[in-house]
């Protein structure tokens, strides 16, 4: 459904993403991980057209570079870490903004667009937040709402960037579970940069780690998350242990003697 | 509210028309119109003096207020508006340079469209490239270029081009009278065929800018979301510009200098039906055409028989307002 071949980005001096091939299949969900500044965010952005690229993304069986703005939007769905919401706008007039790829130019939205609008609110628990202002809402009721505006592009493919890094443990999980629920009923295909390896993990079918610009390594979850390869990446002594329902639990170790834990005068 | 701008705009002036008399020459003018009963002369001002006038006014108002709203909202810029972005000097230059020529009226729009657009390319480009650092995250997070950068531009190129206006101005003596009184701006001498002047102008942009209010709409979520959302954001970004200014260009071309509107009436619309542009965009066009045409009528009366140039009545009420927007915002810290 994705494929990304020889992606380069380069802002300025900065290489942001050096050579980075990958490819997602439909309906599966890949993971993307790695340390802060990898490249996470630049490749999902690259893939979503957002900044300059050279070498070829191929979406749906078309080359990106031939497609138009509103058909590359109905094609993929892109959740950014720090979506912007206008504190006046309603919840509902924020979730139709995801039909925009199909309302054409001199039109206004359809009831059929309405519709679809307000079963996704339903769907997503947030029919109440129709008709309040976005200033009113929790960090969980926001994520479920930019991720209910990205499903009103019905877009086959999601990008998702960071979905979970504002919201609790618990709210984390909750959020996960939809998203694999959502793909699963519309088979969507699914690339995300998760931050917490540990969900990546439980959640993805495949992972890719990113590290310094490059691909250190992907295949499936047992395959990349490995002691030795995290501790050479992020740089922090990282323990992957396998919990009793079989998944693997990533934790991180503090190392005697590093310079982070001297004596405590 | 604009029906009753107009039918006071008619009625009311140096010599009062009775609204049933505005009425009846007004009909007149129908195909199979009643027999009127109304004297020769008060059909004549109305049909001659008061009604060009109050057309032109609601024309320009709807200009400027609508102008206003749509930079506003292509800019994700609160204060923007056609005086403060420099696009009335510009125009006011183009159109200066027509007058000092001699050149024929028709040229007039088109000369201010032309100082215009130059004026808010200037601007737009030394905002965006003054508060780059400033704003680098600003816009990487979306949020469009720094109000303050912005604003400071204009300032600089309003400046910029009144000075060279001021130096043609004086620079051509002769036709130093008719500079002057169309900067000050009014409505004084309005007439049928400065109506007919600028409303191809006027449609043109109204068309461009209504059919544009829903992108508006996505905008506000930032530009690298809307492209995300499909909006080809450049595209639409340069149609707007270009619509907004033409309608203000030819506004400034018939009326002069009249500043303020295009902050004034999307703010009190907003602060009463709320801040989607499709209802912004249209409404502000009505209200600024009311608006305008009751500040003409004040504008002639309140010191009558002579008239306050409009422009000095705008900015009386306008400045204030600003003063007042800019600590409101600044207050929710919108401001870069």
Known sequence: MIRANDLRVRFGPTVALDSVSLSVATGEWVGLIGPNGAGKTTLLRAIARMVRVDGTVTVAGRRSGSLTQRQLARLIAYVPQNPQLPPEMTGGDYVLLGRTPHIGYFQVESEADRRICASLLDRMALSHMARRQLRAMSGGEAQRLVLARALAQEAPILLLDEPTSSLDIGRRVDALELIDELRKERSLTVLSAIHDLTLAGQFADRLVLLAAARVAASGSPADVLRDDLLSAHFGAGIQVMTTADGDLAVISRRMPGSARSGAGN | MLIFALAAGVSIGPAGVPLSAVAESLLAHLPWHPASSVPPIDSAIVWQIRLPRVVLGALVGAMLAGGGAAYQGVFRNPLADPYLLGVAAGAGLGATMVIITGANPALLPPAAFAGGIGAVALTYSLGAGAGRHADETALEAGRGAGTASILLAGVAVAALLTAAQTYLQQAHSQTLQSVYAWILGGLS????????????????????????????????????????????????????????TLGAAAAVAVSGLIGFVGIIVPHLIRLTAGPSYRVVLPVSMIGGAAFLVLTDIAARTVEAPAEIPIGVLTAAIGAPFFLFVLRSRRARQDLA
Do not use: C
């Open chain 2, 189 to 244: 001498g309005a007439t049928w065929s400065q109506v007919g002047l600028i409303i191809p102008y006027v449609i043109a942009a109204s068309v461009a800018l209504l059919a544009h209010r829903r992108l508006l709409d996505v905008l506000r979520v930032g530009e690298t979301e809307a492209g995300s959302l499909g909006v080809n954001v450049a595209r639409l970004r340069l149609i707007v510009v270009i619509a907004a």
